[in-house]
C-alpha cells in the first residue's frame, strides 16, 4: 500500500464517519467494531513506524494480541483522526472499561495494553501532533455522555503525545493531571559483557556464583535459545505450564487463564511470523525448570515473562536465567534489554538506569466526571493531608 500523503488536504471524510468533529482539516471518528479495529491494520503501522519512539507496543500485532484478552471486560473505543482526504493522521488506540469509587460506578477510557504491556501511546503522522492532540480533545469535551475518566498509563517519557494532549485538554477546560509513574529499568547492551560485569557488585557475582553452584549440583544444566518461527507448539506448552505452576498464580495473569491465554496465543501467531519473539528455556536433567518469553523490535529487547518452577525456588533457577539471559544478549548487534515496569529489587542490582513512564488523566464534563476529578485532584489530597497532621500530633503528644 502506497504510503498516504499527509502534507495536504483535499475531498471528502472518510466514508462512514460517526461523530466528525472537524479541527484544522481534521476530524474524528469513534470505532467501536471489531471489523473497524482489523480494518486499520495497514494504517495503524505506519503510523506506529512514524512514531518517535518506535516499538513494537504500538503496532497492530500487539494491540490485536492485547485485544483477545481486554474483549472479556471491555469495549473498543478507537478514536481515529483523518484529514479531509481520508489519509488517517492519528489514533487513540482506547477501550472502555467500567471501574468504581467510592462506591460509585464509572466508565474509563484508557489506553488498549494488558500487564505485559511495556509502554503504550497515541499515534500520530510526523508535524499533526498538536492538531491530532487538539482533535482527539476536542472529541472528548464534547462527547461527556461517554466517558467519565481518561486514564492513558505507559507513556514514554521521551514522547511528546502526554504535553501535548495535556495542554489540548486544558484549552477545552477539562480537568486534567499528570504524573510520572513507575520506571522501565534497561541495561546498555551496546558494549561487551566483560565491561559491564565487572561493573557490578561484588555481592551480586558471589550471589550468582552460588546459584551456579547449588544447580550444577542438582543436575545437568541447559540454556536454549528460540526465535520467531523455531517457537513451536511444543515450546508455547513449556511456557503455559511453567506459568500455570508458578508463584503467579494467585494474580490471575498466568497462561492458563482465559484472558492470558488468548493474549498468549495471538501474540505467538504474530511473534512468529515478524520474528519478533524469542524464548529462552533452562533445563535441568532435561525438565524445564525456567523461562523467560522476550520481544526484539529493532534492537530492542523486552522481557515480557519470566517463570520458574515455584517447587525449586530454593536453587533460584529465575535467578540462574536472569544472568544467563544478560550475558547472551551482549555481542548481538542489540542496544537495550529492558526489564519492564516495576521496583524490583533485583533489577536495581543489575542496572541503574531506565526510562521513566508518564501517566495522564483527565476526567469529563459529565457529573460523575466532576465529581471523580474532584475526588482525586482536591479531596483525597485533603484527607491525606488531615490524616498526616493528625498523626503527627498525635506522636508529638504521646512523646509529652
Avoid at 503496532?59 to 489519509?87: C, K, S
Avoid at 505485559?116 to 501511546?121: I, T, Y
Wanted: net charge positive.
Amino acid at each position: 500500500m502506497k504510503r498516504p500523503d499527509l502534507t495536504h488536504s483535499s475531498g471528502d471524510a472518510a466514508p462512514g464517519a460517526q461523530e466528525s468533529i472537524p479541527i484544522q482539516d481534521l476530524a474524528a471518528t469513534l470505532l467501536t467494531h471489531e471489523r473497524d479495529f482489523a480494518a486499520l491494520r495497514t494504517e495503524w503501522n505506519l503510523l506506529a513506524e512514524m512514531h518517535p519512539t518506535p516499538s513494537a507496543f504500538l503496532r497492530y500485532e500487539w494491540a490485536d494480541a492485547a485485544w483477545q484478552w481486554q474483549h472479556m471486560n471491555a469495549t473498543l473505543a478507537l478514536l481515529a483522526v483523518r484529514l479531509d482526504n481520508g489519509d488517517l493522521a492519528g489514533l487513540a488506540p482506547l477501550v472502555q472499561t467500567r471501574d468504581r469509587e467510592a462506591g460509585v460506578p464509572f466508565r474509563r477510557l484508557e489506553l488498549l495494553s494488558v500487564p505485559d504491556n511495556q509502554f503504550a501511546d497515541i499515534l500520530f503522522a510526523p508535524g499533526h501532533l498538536t492538531a491530532v492532540a487538539r482533535t482527539i480533545a476536542c472529541w472528548l469535551k464534547e462527547n461527556p455522555h461517554r466517558w467519565d475518566q481518561l486514564t492513558l498509563r505507559l507513556l514514554h517519557n521521551e514522547s511528546p503525545t502526554a504535553r501535548a494532549l495535556f495542554n489540548a485538554l486544558e484549552q477545552m477546560g477539562l480537568l486534567t493531571a499528570q504524573q510520572t509513574g513507575t520506571v522501565n529499568y534497561s541495561i546498555d547492551l551496546t558494549g561487551t559483557w566483560e565491561n559491564y560485569y565487572r561493573s557490578r557488585s561484588r555481592r551480586l557475582k558471589k550471589g550468582n556464583n552460588l546459584v551456579a553452584n547449588r544447580l550444577h549440583r542438582a543436575g545437568e544444566l541447559r540454556l536454549t535459545c528460540l526465535k520467531g518461527s523455531e517457537i513451536d507448539e511444543q515450546t508455547g506448552n513449556t511456557l503455559r505450564h511453567l506459568s500455570a505452576i508458578s508463584w503467579k498464580q494467585t494474580t490471575g495473569t498466568t497462561l492458563d487463564q482465559p484472558g492470558p491465554k488468548a493474549f498468549f496465543d495471538r501474540l505467538l501467531q504474530h511473534g512468529r511470523r515478524e520474528k519478533w519473539l524469542s524464548v529462552w528455556l533452562l533445563t535441568l536433567d532435561t525438565r524445564p525448570v525456567a523461562a523467560e518469553l522476550q520481544l526484539e523490535y529493532k534492537g530492542l529487547v523486552h522481557g515480557l515473562r519470566s517463570d520458574f518452577r515455584a517447587d525449586l525456588e530454593a536453587l533460584s533457577p529465575g535467578t540462574y536465567l536472569n544472568w544467563k539471559i544478560i550475558e547472551g544478549l551482549f555481542d548481538q548487534g542489540l542496544e537495550l534489554y529492558f526489564l519492564g515496569p516495576g521496583e524490583n529489587p533485583y533489577k536495581r542490582r543489575w542496572t541503574e538506569t531506565g526510562t521513566p513512564l508518564t501517566r495522564l488523566d483527565a476526567w469529563s464534563s459529565s457529573l460523575r466526571g466532576r465529581l471523580l476529578g474532584i475526588l482525586r485532584q482536591w479531596l483525597r489530597p485533603a484527607l491525606r493531608n488531615a490524616r498526616d497532621r493528625l498523626q503527627k500530633l498525635y506522636h508529638r503528644t504521646r512523646r509529652l
